[in-house]
């Protein structure tokens, strides 16, 4: 990339940052590249649509959250590994109004942008999860697509309803509480 394009480049992912943060993931693309100092032209260059902008902006997120994932992959517990990282999950899907949504989206479109950033997710939480099932701590059926769905589903929620604090931390126990092996 010519260094005017690298600079245009990271121009328009701060912006997109900002106006996802304060407008949420359906801010104005138009003012996107306005603030940027570009024309819409350059931004659809660089992001074809909305979900490649979202996905690029998502990048560092995922990056953390697979860190992460590796790390929690070594913790002595699975199932307090496992919980851990969907409470973070949970958490950077909430950092974007509108975010969860899109995420849960990328579920049944797998061409979409996004979906470059929700595989490495999903590779990364089912190793979390097996072990947390070879631990016996979830039930066998428990797939990480469901999972993830769910954690979409609790960021969409608490997203909902800013004034509960707690929401998502009591969803995500509730969750977990449906996940786990009855012992009769």
């Known amino acids: ?3 005017d394009a690298r600079r245009n480049h990271e121009r328009l992912l701060a912006e997109a940052r900002a106006a996802f943060a304060a407008h ?15 024309g819409i032209g350059t931004l659809y260059r660089h992001f074809p649509n909305r979900d490649a902008l979202l996905g690029a902006v998502f990048e560092d ?11 929690l992959s070594r ?16 958490t950077h899907a909430g950092e974007y109004r509108g ?11 797998g061409s979409s942008a996004l979906a470059r950033c929700s595989d490495p997710i999903r590779e990364a939480g089912q190793t979390l999860l097996t072990r947390a099932q070879q631990a016996g701590a979830v039930r066998e ?13 609790i960021a969409l929620a608490a997203e909902e309803n800013p004034e509960d ?16 092996p009855t012992t009769t």
């Open 141 to 153: 059926s428990v797939a990480i697509t469901d999972l993830l769905q769910l954690t979409h589903a």
């Open 24 to 38: 949420g993931a359906e801010a104005s693309l138009e003012d996107v590249a306005r603030r940027a100092g570009v």
């Open 99 to 109: 975010l969860a949504r899109a995420l849960m989206s990328v579920s049944r479109d």
């Open 165 to 180: 604090d707690r929401l998502a931390a009591r969803l995500l126990h509730l969750t977990w509480q449906g996940l786990t």
């Open 1 to 3: 990339m010519r260094a």
């Open 75 to 90: 913790a002595p517990d699975p199932c307090s590994a496992l919980v851990t990282w969907l409470g973070e999950m949970i």
């Open 61 to 71: 997120a995922v990056t953390q959250l697979l860190a992460r994932a590796r790390e």
